[in-house]
């Protein structure tokens, strides 16, 4: 079964740092776009970074020049780096990946559960 697991999530004081990381587990022979998603309290799912599987990064304005998104494909991995944390960013973060080739076959728009972030003031 094809998962796709994330961690580093916490409580962390403004200008803190924390590091996401996304791994996707399972027969997996190739990855799309993978990103981040930011669902704070009351708003809807909004993306904060994505990288494409040859390295082309994409970020919300709001976190440009403080978050910095990578990921290594061989070991089916994504992370974000996130510095200089503000109470704003506060909410649930989800992995995401536009696209997994399987075993099973081609999934799309794939999720994982969440890791939560927050930043106290």
């Known amino acids: 079964q094809v998962q796709l697991v994330e961690s580093g999530g916490g409580l962390v004081q403004a200008g803190g740092s924390l590091k996401l990381s996304c791994t996707a587990s399972g027969r997996i022979s190739g990855i799309g776009t993978m990103g981040w998603y930011l669902q704070a309290p009351g708003k809807q799912r909004e993306l904060v970074a994505s990288i494409t599987s040859g390295g082309v990064t994409n970020y919300a304005d709001s976190v440009k020049g403080r978050f910095a998104i990578s990921r290594d494909n061989a070991r089916n991995t994504v992370n974000l780096q996130m510095n200089s944390l503000k109470p704003d960013d506060t909410g649930d973060y989800y992995c995401?990946?536009?696209?997994?080739?399987?075993?099973?076959?081609?999934?799309?728009?794939?999720w994982g559960q969440g890791t939560q972030v927050t930043v106290s003031s």
């Open positions: 995401n990946a536009n696209w997994l080739h399987t075993y099973a076959g081609l999934l799309r728009d794939y």
